[in-house]
């Protein structure tokens, strides 16, 4: 995908966002997307896909890393996010944006002023720069992986222990397309990525 291509994919996402953001303006809806990764570190290369994060109000308990709620997969049907090659993250609004993964990301859109054409535009001309959050320091990383990793080994138990026995957990996390193995699956995965860069991030302090 060429760099303009993936700027044209964040701004109908952004767009997109405006069309269906009022169905979602509850307090547990989207309040943000940002976009990161490769089409901001490395602008003019081609990419695979885009990559964008999407803020919601869920509680932190529901929205653990790398997990993708039915609900918010519902949200990305809406958002035609399945229909082109876009990695989505999710995030709730109670932690910050950054992460080990989410580094120094871009504001498209959000529920306050729309989307954001002068960041897409800066983007668009490679001088995106100056529109980016900046990176947490070492310590605020540290703690702030500590308790995303806390949450996700609480999640994760949580599905290993209804993953069998709970039809109820079974029904309702089948449908879109997907089954139960893929919230295990995502449930292990973001455990262990968070594992990793906990255990990264003290091996550098």
């Given amino acids: 995908m060429h ?5 044209r ?36 290369q081609e990419l695979e896909a885009v990559s964008i994060l999407l803020v919601l109000g869920l509680p932190a308990a529901e929205l653990p890393w790398g997990v993708e709620p039915p609900g918010c997969t519902s949200l990305a049907h809406l958002l035609r996010l399945d229909k082109a090659p876009v990695l989505r993250r999710w995030r709730p609004a109670e932690w ?15 529920r306050q002023d729309g989307v954001q054409s002068a960041a897409l535009d800066a983007l668009a001309d490679q ?5 980016r959050l900046s990176d947490p320091d070492g310590d605020v990383l ?6 995303e990793l806390e ?12 993953y069998w026995d709970d ?39």
């Fill in 96 to 110: 910050p944006v950054a992460n080990h993964e989410i580094r120094r990301p871009l504001l498209i859109w959000s």
């Fill in 142 to 147: 540290a703690e702030q992986l500590a308790r």
């Fill in 151 to 162: 949450t996700s080994t609480a999640h994760l138990r949580a599905v290993r222990d209804r």
């Fill in 3 to 7: 760099h303009n291509t993936a700027v």
């Fill in 167 to 205: 039809v109820d957990w079974r029904r309702s996390h089948r449908g879109d397309g997907r089954y139960p193995e893929e919230h295990l699956w995502q449930a292990v995965d973001g455990y262990l990525d968070l594992l990793d860069a906990s255990a990264s991030i003290h091996s550098q302090m």
């Fill in 127 to 131: 001088r995106a720069e100056p529109f």
């Fill in 9 to 44: 994919r964040l701004r109908t996402i952004a767009a997109d966002c405006d069309r269906v953001g009022s169905l979602f303006d509850g307090e547990d809806g989207l309040y943000a997307v940002y976009a990161f990764g490769p089409v901001l570190d490395q602008p003019g």
